[in-house]
């Protein structure tokens, strides 16, 4: 069992139904901005998200360009996630498509 690894376009479709995206990236980053309604997943935060998500819950892992997404995905497949994805580009991937980003100026 493993992740897949998916386009920005099939993430934003997949949340309209249900799907749970986090973002990895750094505290900073994802203050200033972020993909519209990701969830801000960190070691400080890994319980709240384990509350969140059931197993079987389509998890979409997103990151700065998405390569550190891969491991995370790895990780969340190796912690019993079932249906684990990677957003190829990452969040750059993300502003490129001109999906819905939140912004904190």
Same mark, same amino acid.
């Given at each position: 069992?493993?992740? &897949?690894?998916?386009?920005?376009? &099939?993430?934003?479709?997949?949340?309209?139904?249900?799907?749970? *995206?986090?973002?990895?990236? #750094? @505290?900073?980053?994802?203050? +200033?901005? $972020?993909? &519209?309604?990701?969830? $801000?997943?960190? @070691?400080?935060?890994? *319980?709240?998200?384990?509350? *969140?998500? #059931?197993? #079987?819950?389509? !998890?979409?892992?997103?990151?700065? $360009?998405?390569?550190?997404?891969?491991?995370?995905?790895?990780?969340?497949?190796?912690?019993? +996630?079932?249906?684990?994805?990677? !957003?190829?580009?990452?969040? #750059?991937?993300?502003? &490129?498509?001109?999906?819905?980003?939140?912004?904190? +100026?």
């Amino acid at each position: 069992m493993s992740f &897949k690894e998916i386009t920005p376009q &099939k993430a934003w479709e997949m949340m309209q139904q249900g799907a749970i *995206l986090v973002d990895i990236r #750094d @505290n900073m980053r994802f203050a +200033y901005s $972020h993909p &519209k309604g990701a969830f $801000h997943l960190t @070691n400080q935060s890994f *319980l709240q998200f384990e509350e *969140l998500a #059931d197993f #079987d819950s389509p !998890i979409i892992v997103s990151c700065y $360009h998405g390569v550190s997404s891969k491991n995370v995905a790895t990780f969340l497949v190796e912690q019993g +996630y079932e249906n684990v994805f990677s !957003i190829i580009g990452g969040f #750059d991937g993300w502003e &490129k498509a001109n999906l819905p980003v939140e912004r904190e +100026y």
